[in-house]
């Protein structure tokens, strides 16, 4: 199993991103899904988590400018990104909960930077 995620880049504060996050393989089911961010310095943060039940939790600092999202159909997540700020800025990574037939693991994307200029 593979995640690849893309759609990062540089974007001007109050401005829009749009995350996905590819999940590849013998996939059985996606349950738990999250995107994670980490900035020069810092440790790695939660940013936004969906269970496989549509509930979702975000950071303090995203709430009302993130969405966590997904598409079972594409084994595809989502982070719709708005009203972007500089501290925003930050490697992001995706991190899913995946059943390959009776075995569950957690899986990592490789991190898409987003950088957002002032």
């Known amino acids: 199993v593979q995640l690849q995620a893309s759609g990062g880049g540089l974007v001007q504060a109050g401005g829009s991103l749009r995350l996905s996050c590819a999940a590849s393989?013998?996939?059985?089911?996606?349950?738990?899904i999250g995107w994670y961010r980490q900035a020069p310095g810092k440790e790695r943060e939660l940013v936004a988590a969906?269970?496989?039940?549509?509930?979702?939790n975000y950071a303090d600092s995203v709430k009302g400018r993130f969405t966590i999202s997904r598409d079972n159909a594409k084994n595809t997540m989502y982070l719709q990104m708005n009203s972007l700020k500089p501290e925003d800025t930050a490697v992001y990574y995706c991190?899913?909960?995946?059943?390959?037939?009776?075995?569950?693991?957690?899986?990592w994307g490789q991190g898409t930077q987003v950088t957002v200029s002032s």
């Open positions: 991190n899913a909960n995946i059943r390959i037939l009776l075995k569950t693991n957690n899986y």
């Open positions: 969906s269970s496989s039940g549509g509930n979702t």
């Open positions: 393989g013998r996939i059985s089911s996606i349950n738990a």
